[in-house]
Each structure stands twice: as C-alpha cells, then as structure tokens.
C-alpha cells in the first residue's frame, strides 16, 4: 500500500481563523471515551452503539444485492432533498406503532436522528436563544445545540421525567429576563442518559404547559419501540400534530444506515427541506432504499421483538447486579425499555475523578457532567446496558462497584473536603474527557 505521510498535527495554525461557533464546539466525552472504553480488556458501559449482532446478515445480503440488480442505477443516484417518497410512506407505518397519524408530505429523511436536531436547530436558532432541555439531556443534543451558539436551561425532572411546574416557572423567569426560548427538547421514552419514561398523564401535562406558555415541543424518539415491559406509549405527537418529531431506525434496525426522519408541521416541514438541500443536497439514497427494501421485505417487526428480548436480558442482570454489589447510598433508575440505567453516587463523590480509578479496573463508564450544559451531574453516572453480552455486564458491574467502594475509602480517610479530587486526578487520562 502506498505510505501517505502525515503533517504535524501538534499545531493549529488556524487557530485564529475559526468562528466562534467551532470554537464553542466541545470534545464530547462519550466520544474520548470510545478509545479507552473500546480495549478488549475494559468492559465498556460508556457507549450507547445498538448490538447488532442478531441481524439476520445473509437475508440482508441478498436483500442488498438484489436492490442494486434490479433498481442500482436508482438507488445510487442522488434524489429527493425530502427523501424518497416511498419510505417516507413506510414510516408512517412505522410511527402508527406509537399512534401517530400524519402524512408523507410532513416527514423529511435525515442522515439520523442526530441531522434531524442539527436541522431543527438550524432554521430556529440564533445565536443567544434559549433550549429548553430536560435534566439531564442527550449528549449529541447538547453538543448540536451549544454549536449553534444557544444557551440550553435544563429544567428540573423527578421520577416520571420533565417536571411541568418546573417547566412553566423556568419559562416565565427566563421571558422576564428577556430570554427568547425557541423550543423544549425531550426524549420521553427511555431517555438517554436518565432512563426515564413519561407517563401518559405526564405528557399531557407538559404539551398543556407549552400550549400555555407558547413553546415548541421538539420530541426525540429514537428508543421508542425498544420497550421492555408493555405496549408502547402514545408519543407526545400524537397527542399535539404542533409537535416536532425525530425518529430513527438506528436502534430498532441498524445505525449504520444513518436514515432517521423529522415530522413536522407543513410550514416547518418547508424550512427543513430547504435546509437538509443546503446540507447535503438530498439524505443518503442507497440507505434510504436499502431501509425501505428491507421494510418492505423483511419481518422488520420481528426483529424489534429480538431486540426487545436480548436488550431486556442485558437490563436485567445490569439491575440485578447493582442491587447485589452497590453500596449503601446508591440509587439508580429502572428504565422500561432503551439502553440506559443512571446512577447516582453515594453523597461526596465526583464520578468524573472517578473515570480514571474506573479505567484502571477494567471499566468504562460516561461521567453524569457530560449530560449537562451547565455543570450538573458530578454524582451520575451514565451505564449502558446495550452492548456487551450479560456475563460482561455482570463482570462490569462488580469492577464498577468496587471503584465507588475504593473511592468511599479514600473518603472517609480523608474527609469529604480534603484531598481525594487531587489525589485522584493526574492519572494519565485525556483531560478533556468533560
Ligand atoms: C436520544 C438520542 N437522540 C438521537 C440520537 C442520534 O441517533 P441517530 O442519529 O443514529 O438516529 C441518539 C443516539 O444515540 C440518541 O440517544
């Protein structure tokens, strides 16, 4: 193979020339992470990447190849910058599962579900507006929305998720600070990273706040049919067609594909076209074929069941093994479906000063602060459930707890003030893991 050599890469000399937008742009700490967190010997419950391994490969194959003999000069040509029509149509089928009617002509093809925030953020926000998101909040959301130079206010949340007083006071003090508010983000379905569910009063609750209080709703909803106990919920779109809709098929068929969509109202709808056209002219054509062909052929719902299955498995020992190993002064969610348990530490610790202990025991893990704009969250933890088999996850589990042990130790040697922060730091990890 050729050799190509590399530049310096020590030194930026366009330091000077970015805008302010990439310089406000932060390194995501789940990304750091993956470098670390991917060394066979760390069990990793960092990532949030889908275990794919049950994919029926070979049908996939055939399925593909056959795409390409009987439609390839279609499919690998460039094409509609809504997204082609005829999976546009097959998602309606798929976002009926959560009960939602709506027509193809309001639903635009995004390279994701992550194109699709960037995009909603695009045509709403200048820079100085304020998100509303709840706490805490999905990483990449936060990473899009601080690109866009906003200012993200987390409102507060309990048990059932976004609270709707905190929601209406949060909004009325930020209009009388003279704040614009462009939209709520929400994942009511087993968020990331907090596991929680809305309950269906709840979401009627908070969509009669914002209808009150003028706010856009922008639901994110890429975990909603990997429910693990029962039926799945009406999502909030459902309920309120104001509401802007993200989906996905990263987790319920592959994310390599990086097909999701937005639904919106018509005039929205306009906008994002125009912006998905400047973006990339049209979203990925092969992939949007290649999804619709395996919709239209293949048990996609079945598929979703085996999902189901395994990831329930996984969250089972995930829980089972927190309530045998985790130490007193511990509490932890128990999501109903997704990829996600939060975890908060006993009162003193700092999970980010934790994160290097936790790589010298073999475990990766994502700091709570991560999934906060403004600092929140030094006593979370992020575990993901989703990727390594059970008998890892157990393993994961007893090395976690006895990092959060090991750090009580030093804790109540020392004394919460004193210097466990200091003599924890300096390890050797990425600094940047914030
Ligand atoms: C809440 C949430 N939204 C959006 C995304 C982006 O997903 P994708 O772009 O693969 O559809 C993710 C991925 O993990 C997520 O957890």
């Not at 087993?190 to 009150?212: H, I, M």
């Not at 994160?355 to 010298?360: A, K, N, T, W």
């Not at 990727?387 to 589990?397: D, K, M, S």
């Amino acid at each position: 193979m050729t050799e190509h050599p590399r530049h310096d890469t020590r030194l930026d000399r366009f330091v000077d020339s970015y805008s302010q937008r990439t310089n406000g742009m932060r390194v995501s700490a789940v990304r750091a992470l993956f470098a670390v967190a991917n060394r066979p010997e760390i069990v990793s419950l960092a990532g949030g990447m889908p275990n794919i391994k049950d994919l029926p490969l070979p049908d996939i194959a055939g399925m593909v190849a056959e795409m390409i003999r009987t439609n390839g000069t279609q499919v690998m040509q460039y094409g509609s910058g809504q997204g082609e029509p005829v999976l546009r149509e097959q998602i309606l089928d798929v976002m009926a599962a959560e009960g939602i009617t709506a027509h193809a002509d309001d639903v635009v093809i995004t390279a994701g579900s992550q194109q699709g925030l960037d995009l909603v953020t695009r045509i709403f926000c200048d820079p100085g507006d304020v998100i509303l998101a709840e706490s805490p909040s999905y990483v990449g959301a936060l990473g899009t929305f601080l690109s866009y130079q906003t200012e993200v206010v987390h409102v507060a949340s309990d048990d059932d998720g976004l609270d709707p007083a905190a929601l209406r006071e949060t909004a009325r003090q930020l209009r009388r600070e003279g704040k614009r508010i462009k939209f709520l983000y929400t994942i009511p379905n087993f968020s990331n990273p907090s596991g929680k569910t809305q309950p269906l009063e709840r979401r009627v609750e908070l969509l009669a706040v914002c209808r009150e209080e003028g706010i856009l709703v922008v639901e994110d909803n890429p975990y909603g049919l990997l429910t693990l106990d029962a039926d799945p919920l009406p999502a909030m779109r459902s309920l309120d067609p104001d509401v802007i809709y993200l989906g996905s098929f990263s987790k319920t068929f592959a994310p390599g594909f990086r097909v999701g969509w937005v639904l919106a109202p018509h005039a929205v709808r306009e906008k994002l076209v125009l912006a998905q056209e400047s973006a990339t002219l049209c979203p990925p054509v092969f992939s949007q074929f290649a999804i619709s062909t395996y919709l239209a052929t293949q048990d996609w719902m079945g598929q979703v069941e085996i999902y189901r299955d395994m990831y329930r498995e996984r969250r089972d020992t995930m829980l089972e093994a927190l309530a045998e190993e985790m130490p007193e002064g511990s509490s932890w969610t128990r999501p109903a479906g997704g990829f996600f348990v939060w975890l908060t530490l006993p009162e003193g610790l700092d999970s980010q000063a934790m994160l290097p202990r936790g790589v010298d025991a073999r475990v990766a893990f994502v700091p709570g602060a991560s999934f906060y704009a403004d600092g929140q969250g030094a006593r979370n933890v992020r575990l993901s459930y989703c990727f390594p088999p059970p008998e890892r996850i157990r393993t994961g589990v007893e090395r976690f707890a006895a990092v959060v042990r090991g750090e009580l130790d030093v804790m109540n040697t020392f004394g919460i003030d004193s210097a466990p922060n200091e003599l924890r730091r300096g390890t050797g990890l990425a600094p940047d893991l914030n």
